[in-house]
């Protein structure tokens, strides 16, 4: 948690990016390995006599998808809107976060759950984002059910998603449950225009927090499916 000049605190809601972390079951992991180190860059003799210059960078290759991220319409429609191409307002909102750590793995998160848990939350969702904490990223990571055990959406939970907000965004690798060929929620997605942010982390730190500001802004890959994105809750102090 970090305290900011405006009064308010900052919660990190981002997964760390590592080489060959865990990614969805389907994709590779990130390869991130150094280019340049600082032992490397003493040969090229930069700087002053005394006060050597060196520095250190690295170089990343992975998907879109990976770790904390959030996916672009166009991921899901052809039609759809690329990352580039999307308003900013979308990435950043009140939000709400829904406490369903009761679904188990591989459940089914519905109606029922998601009503009980705004209930609980006493938040009236209406056009918030909105968050479901499951429980799962503590339950599993770093272990391979992280990617195999993932609860996911019903179609009917995703509609009703749909009639109150156009961003959501869960634990895990994916808003579909894993091993899944019907991709409810992300259908809904495509048709309802709705977007969702996967794979983030922390949300227990958000339980009971009633209504914050959430902030995720991801990178503008021209004609990008999707982008990792710095997940933040912004709550009062
Ligand atoms: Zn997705």
Not at 11 to 27: C, R, W, Y
Not at 71 to 89: F, K, N, T, V, W
Not at 112 to 119: G, K, V
Not at 198 to 217: A, C, I, P, T
Request: hydrophobic share 40%; glycine share 10%; charged share 20%.
């Amino acid at each position: 948690m970090t305290r900011t000049d405006r009064g308010t605190v900052l919660i990190d809601l981002s997964l760390e990016i590592s080489n060959q972390m865990p990614a969805h079951a389907f994709f590779p992991s990130p390869i991130i390995l150094p280019y340049v180190t600082h032992e490397m860059a003493k040969e090229a003799g930069l700087g002053e006599p005394g006060d050597p210059m060196t520095y250190a960078i690295n170089y990343i290759s992975m998907l879109e998808h990976v770790g904390t991220h959030v996916d672009a319409p166009y991921h899901i429609g052809e039609q759809g809107a690329s990352i580039d191409e999307m308003p900013l307002d979308w990435f950043t909102g009140k939000a709400v976060c829904l406490d369903l750590r009761q679904i188990p793995d591989l459940g089914d998160i519905d109606v029922a759950e998601l009503e009980e848990a705004e209930a609980a939350s006493g938040v009236k969702i209406d056009g918030h984002i909105v968050l479901l904490c499951s429980g799962f990223h503590a339950r599993h990571w770093p272990n391979p059910e992280v990617v195999t055990k993932n609860p996911g959406l019903t179609y009917a939970a995703s509609e009703w998603l749909a009639d109150r907000s156009r961003v959501h965004g869960v634990e895990g690798p994916s808003t579909d449950k894993a091993g899944t060929k019907e991709f409810p929620n992300h259908r809904v997605c495509r048709d309802r225009g709705m977007i969702h942010y996967e794979w983030l982390v922390n949300l227990e730190q958000l339980l009971g927090k009633g209504e914050f500001v959430f902030h995720g802004y991801p990178l503008p890959w021209r004609r990008g499916t999707g982008s990792p994105v710095r997940a933040l809750a912004e709550l009062s102090a």
